[in-house]
């Protein structure tokens, strides 16, 4: 996926337009997509819904070739048939093709996951409890998120200018396997670490920046994608579906410079987690997600906007 803009710095100033040098406009789509009480998520059902739900969020790109979609979903996964379908669906409603749309997943744990082929598997031996692979809830919030793409195409917003910045996440993120002097894995240190020792063991190879892609009409953003590698787990397995820290770090965003999409861009992470920083206890979850969000926000302060 390529946008054509060209590597000229932007000047200090420009006030919004209806028409850009660039061609290009942004729709921007955000729905709920938290499931119900008595949903059964990737480990646990729902007994409870909290102050924050889940998002399914992201942005369309038009005037460079076929449109560019870029969704970001708060669920553990979404694989296999499911990754098919859910492009399939977003491409007819962007008029794009799916091999122009990306669908991402932050990998919250508590939060559904989605694969399509596990259900199909599953009712062709004739199980009767699908569990976490019931994709009947999925399918509602596809019928949902095309409905909002193709609303949010009608309000598109010019582009004059992308912006890139980035800034170092302080005491986040951390490697999982430990190693000794000789290169030996002897021990693992999971998102959440209760023993001090595992704690007090170096940092490991990460990769500490956050970046932002910001997209601008005159001087008023329009959206921010953020991008930082880190398993975003504090604590789960509460029965309750969050966004956990990356999420609230978003929410935070919103709160302090509220006017953008603000669509974090997160995954797994590997062998990187926070569990360096983090032993488990609730605060540190808003702790972690105020280190997010504070690099969040110098990303945005070093930005360099391009016309």
Same mark, same amino acid.
């Given at each position: 996926?390529?946008?054509?803009?060209?590597?000229?710095?932007?000047?200090?100033s420009?006030?919004?337009?209806?028409?850009?040098?660039?061609?290009?406009?942004?729709?921007?789509?955000?729905?709920?997509?938290?499931?119900?009480?008595?949903?059964?998520?990737?480990?646990?059902r729902?007994?409870?819904?909290?102050?924050?739900?889940?998002?399914? #969020?992201?942005?369309?790109?038009?005037?460079?070739?076929?449109?560019?979609?870029?969704?970001?979903?708060?669920?553990?996964g979404?694989g296999?048939?499911?990754?098919?379908?859910?492009r399939?669906r977003i491409?007819?409603?962007?008029?794009?093709?799916?091999?122009?749309?990306?669908?991402?997943?932050? !990998?919250?744990?508590?939060a559904?996951?989605c694969?399509?082929?596990?259900?199909?598997?599953?009712?062709?031996?004739?199980?009767?409890?699908?569990?976490?692979?019931?994709?009947?809830?999925?399918?509602?919030?596809?019928? #949902?998120?095309?409905?909002?793409?193709?609303?949010s195409?009608?309000?598109?917003?010019?582009?004059?200018?992308?912006?890139?910045?980035?800034? !170092? @996440?302080?005491? @986040?993120?951390?490697?999982?396997?430990?190693?000794?002097?000789?290169?030996?894995?002897?021990?693992?240190?999971?998102?959440?670490?209760?023993?001090a020792?595992?704690?007090?063991?170096?940092?490991?190879?990460?990769?500490?920046?956050?970046?932002?892609?910001?997209?601008?009409?005159?001087?008023?953003?329009?959206? @921010?994608?953020?991008?930082?590698?880190? !398993?975003?787990?504090?604590?789960?397995?509460?029965?309750?579906p969050?966004?956990d820290?990356?999420g609230?770090?978003?929410?935070? #965003?919103?709160?302090?410079?509220?006017?953008?999409?603000?669509?974090?861009?997160?995954?797994?992470?590997?062998?990187?987690?926070?569990?360096?920083y983090?032993?488990?206890?609730?605060?540190n979850?808003?702790?972690?997600?105020?280190?997010?969000a504070?690099?969040?926000?110098?990303?945005?302060?070093?930005?360099?906007?391009?016309?």
């Open positions: 996926m390529a946008i054509s803009i060209s590597q000229s710095q932007a000047a200090d420009v006030p919004p337009t209806n028409q850009t040098k660039t061609g290009l406009s942004l729709a921007t789509f955000d729905i709920d997509a938290t499931p119900p009480v008595g949903f059964m998520m990737a480990y646990d729902v007994k409870d819904h909290g102050e924050l739900g889940l998002r399914c #969020r992201g942005i369309v790109i038009m005037g460079s070739g076929d449109p560019i979609v870029l969704c970001a979903v708060d669920w553990i979404i296999n048939q499911s990754q098919d379908v859910f399939q491409a007819k409603a962007a008029g794009t093709t799916p091999s122009r749309v990306a669908v991402h997943t932050l !990998h919250q744990h508590d559904p996951r694969d399509f082929g596990a259900e199909s598997l599953l009712n062709q031996v004739g199980a009767s409890d699908l569990g976490a692979h019931d994709g009947t809830f999925a399918r509602r919030i596809i019928d #949902r998120l095309v409905a909002s793409i193709d609303s195409l009608k309000t598109a917003t010019p582009v004059t200018h992308a912006g890139f910045g980035t800034a !170092h @996440v302080n005491d @986040v993120a951390s490697n999982r396997r430990l190693q000794d002097e000789t290169g030996k894995v002897v021990a693992t240190r999971y998102t959440a670490t209760r023993d020792k595992l704690r007090a063991m170096p940092v490991g190879t990460i990769d500490p920046v956050l970046s932002s892609l910001s997209f601008w009409n005159g001087d008023t953003p329009v959206a @921010v994608l953020s991008y930082y590698a880190c !398993h975003p787990q504090s604590y789960y397995r509460t029965g309750i969050s966004p820290f990356p609230i770090a978003r929410f935070f #965003r919103s709160q302090d410079a509220p006017g953008p999409l603000y669509v974090h861009f997160n995954g797994a992470g590997g062998n990187i987690g926070a569990g360096k983090n032993d488990g206890s609730k605060p979850r808003l702790i972690l997600a105020k280190r997010v504070d690099a969040m926000q110098h990303s945005m302060e070093t930005t360099e906007k391009f016309a």
